[in-house]
């Protein structure tokens, strides 16, 4: 079985209402798990690529600005101020896959 990977999801919240993301991340069957720590942003547990992930939000939210980036790699470059238990389904996406 292939590895998951996580990604962070920001969108623009004012062309893509908070209701709808939520039922789309919760609905998509490429999206394993996910978690929503501030509006307009998510954190995606999946097993496919940044690519088809952004082209599923297109198919549901037309010209919605948006950027998927994956943050598992083997040399990740991110940082900021989370939760312990954030950064454990950051970096430990088969736990949450």
């Known amino acids: 079985m292939s590895s998951a990977y996580s990604y962070v999801l920001t969108y623009n919240h004012a062309d893509a209402k908070l ?3 939520l039922s789309f991340l919760r609905d998509c069957d ?3 798990s996910w978690y929503a720590p ?3 942003t ?6 496919s690529d940044a690519e088809t992930l952004s082209e599923l939000f297109i198919d549901h939210f037309p010209g ?4 998927i980036v994956d943050i ?3 040399e990740p ?10 950064w454990d389904y950051v970096n430990e996406p088969d736990n949450y896959a």
Do not use: N, R, T
């Not at 998510?42 to 097993?47: C, D, K, N, R, V």
């Not at 919605?64 to 950027?67: Q, Y």
């Open 38 to 40: 501030f509006h307009g």
């Open 19 to 21: 209701k709808k993301v």
């Open 77 to 86: 470059d991110y940082s900021g101020w989370l939760d312990d238990d954030v």
């Open 72 to 74: 598992q790699d083997d």
């Open 64 to 67: 919605c600005d948006h950027l």
């Open 42 to 47: 998510a954190i995606l547990i999946s097993f």
């Open 30 to 32: 490429e999206i394993s």
